[in-house]
T-cell receptor, first 113, second 118 residues
Framework: NAGVTQTPKFRVLKTGQSMTLLCAQDMNHEYMYWYRQDPGMGLRLIHYSVGEGTTAKGEVPDGYNVSRLKKQNFLLGLESAAPSQTSVYFC????????????FGDGTRLSIL | AQKITQTQPGMFVQEKEAVTLDCTYDTSDPSYGLFWYKQPSSGEMIFLIYQGSYDQQNATEGRYSLNFQKARKSANLVISASQLGDSAMYFC???????????????FGKGTKLSVKP
């Protein structure tokens, strides 16, 4: 049972390059989320999705786009990477009930030079 | 204003002793949930315990318990009989709204780094 799988685990980009982070979950969860974690800041929500074909902005959405074409996948895109986007990115998924925890992937460490 | 406040950036505890990690929250929603996650140095986020706003009893999960004081808006995590493997970052998080009333978004505190001394 894989749970939530993020690819890649590490990536180094140059400023201005683009890339896509992939999140896949095998728990049939409706809700999926992308967070970024910066030192001393905790986790901040970038975008989220409440079902296939839906996406919405979180607390820090600027510079990112997302897509949820399939229920099990949630993609996070950086169109033109900036050094300020250097961070650890976490994907999570959960059921719709409010007492259900979010299940997290292992994170992607992204460095923008 | 911060919705989740963890006032202890770092804490030390002796092995086998109990430790309390503080968390206060701010919400006007009568229906909410509080979660604690552990993040070891390897980086993954591990769910520990959940407390719902309408739960009458404090949540417990093994060595973890949640000291929920609703009137004070606090949800402190208590770890009993600390082990070396408990050394990690601990995050308190809140989800506002009940079923159908929220998108399940979690709001995280900035975390507390716990170090267990042998």
């Amino acid at each position: 049972n894989a749970g939530v799988t993020q690819t890649p685990k590490f990536r180094v980009l140059k400023t201005g390059q683009s890339m896509t982070l992939l999140c896949a979950q095998d728990m049939n969860h409706e809700y999926m989320y992308w967070y970024r974690q910066d030192p001393g800041m905790g986790l901040r929500l970038i975008h989220y999705s409440v079902g296939e074909g839906t996406t919405a902005k979180g607390e820090v959405p600027d510079g990112y786009n997302v897509s949820r074409l399939k229920k099990q996948n949630f993609l996070l895109g950086l169109e033109s990477a900036a050094p300020s986007q250097t961070s650890v990115y976490f994907c999570a998924s959960s059921q719709t009930w409010s007492n259900q925890p979010q299940h997290f992937g292992d994170g992607t460490r992204l460095s923008i030079l | 204003a911060q919705k989740i406040t963890q006032t202890q950036p770092g804490m030390f505890v002796q092995e086998k002793e109990a430790v309390t990690l503080d968390c206060t929250y701010d919400t006007s929603d009568p229906s909410y949930g509080l979660f604690w996650y552990k993040q070891p140095s390897s980086g993954e986020m591990i769910f520990l315990i959940y407390q719902g706003s309408y739960d009458q009893q404090n949540a417990t999960e093994g060595r973890y318990s949640l000291n929920f004081q609703k009137a004070r808006k606090s949800a402190n995590l208590v770890i009993s009989a600390s082990q070396l493997g408990d050394s990690a970052m601990y995050f308190c998080a809140m989800r506002e709204g009940g079923y159908g009333g929220s998108q399940g978004n979690l709001i995280f505190g900035k975390g507390t780094k716990l170090s267990v001394k042998p």
